[in-house]
């Protein structure tokens, strides 16, 4: 069992930068796939961004030169670092982490969820 904490989210302008964390616990973080997901009201949960065992990371589109994960092995820590913030990228953020191979592209994929961390961005 992986139990997943995220901090730092809250409200910002928009053009302005946010750094999500989430802790992880329970297995050794080194073997786990990770990722960001985001939930805006009325819409289905999308995928944000994912960083693998390796490092190799992924992103959707509508974030790409934004946005940046990272993770640091040591402190048991997946980032979402967050620049240019914009209106629509107003949502509950979410960490997911699978032990499986492969990148975490999708949440069908998840096979554990954070509580999730608001992030709202005004206009």
């Known amino acids: 069992q992986v139990q997943l904490v995220e901090s730092g989210g809250g409200l910002v302008q928009t053009g302005g930068s946010l750094r999500l964390s989430c802790a992880a616990s329970g297995r050794p973080f080194s073997s786990l796939g990770l990722g960001w997901f985001r939930q805006a009201p009325g819409k289905e949960r999308e995928f944000v961004a994912t960083i693998g065992r390796s490092g190799t990371t992924y992103y959707a589109d509508s974030v790409k030169g934004r946005f940046t994960i990272s993770r640091d092995n040591a402190k048991n820590t997946v980032y979402l670092q967050m620049n240019s913030l914009k209106p629509e990228d107003t949502a509950v953020y979410y960490c997911?982490?699978?032990?499986?191979?492969?990148?975490?592209?999708?949440?069908?994929?998840?096979?554990?969820w954070g509580q999730g961390t608001q992030v709202t961005v005004s206009s």
């Open positions: 997911a982490a699978k032990s499986s191979y492969g990148p975490l592209i999708k949440d069908a994929l998840a096979a554990y």
